[in-house]
């Protein structure tokens, strides 16, 4: 007579579930105003320098485009740069007039931009000894993208430390290096900097395997 759940283990376990694309979710937790929901007191979000941060201060935008040249208009980036000095502040106090951390996300309004607002970052040292040149390093979550992808911006007015970069300079190709340099902007006055970042086809951004 057969018993009750008697069939084999491996009959028995249940099937993995489907990978799933950031969807909504990472808006939900990380991106509040973005996804519409109330903000918390203390918000990690897009402004990483306030007024009395020690360097240039800047504005950074830019707009995601997917492989089929639209906008993507539910992208969440995080950025990860050196304060002025090419120092990391690893140590996060909404407090502190300069964190090297933030969060911004793009949306269905303000033309589908994403922006920060932070001070230009000094130079860092690579492992090799040699300098980097200023760069803030991004790592992009959106629809489609079942791992994040991660990228750098450098500064196009920062063209003698680009060219010894010793991690810019590893991109063969100067077309594709170009997709990592932000151009400059002079907008009321103040300095900002674009740029668009493109997760596939025709002037494909770089990403790293870090």
């Known amino acids: ?29 990380l991106a509040l105003a973005a996804a519409g929901n109330p903000t918390r007191d203390e918000e990690i979000w897009n402004e990483m320098a306030r007024d009395g941060a020690e360097g ?8 995601v485009i997917d492989g089929n040249g639209d906008l993507v208009r539910d992208a969440f980036i995080e950025a990860w740069q050196a304060d002025a000095n ?3 502040q690893r140590e996060f106090d909404l407090k502190k007039p300069f964190n090297s951390f933030g969060r911004t996300a793009t949306t269905f309004d303000h033309g589908s931009e994403w922006s920060l607002k932070t001070i230009k970052p000094g130079s860092v040292a690579h492992a090799s000894g040699q300098s980097q040149a200023p760069h803030i390093n991004l790592t992009i979550f959106a629809r489609g993208i079942n791992i994040h992808l991660q990228t750098r911006l450098y500064f196009e007015d920062e ?3 680009n060219g010894k970069c010793p ?5 063969e190709s100067p077309t594709r290096r170009q997709t990592l340099i932000a151009r400059r902007e002079e907008v009321d006055g103040k300095v900002r900097y674009r740029l668009d970042i493109r997760l596939q ?10």
């Open 56 to 63: 240039e201060q800047i504005e950074i935008v830019g707009t």
């Open 167 to 171: 991690v810019l300079t590893r991109i």
């Open 86 to 88: 090419g120092e990391y």
């Open 1 to 29: 007579m057969n018993q009750p759940n008697s069939r084999p283990t491996s009959e028995l376990m249940l099937r993995e579930t489907a990978s799933q694309t950031a969807g909504p979710y990472v808006h939900i937790g």
């Open 159 to 161: 063209a003698e430390a």
């Open 201 to 210: 086809g025709e002037g494909e951004t770089v990403f790293f395997d870090f």
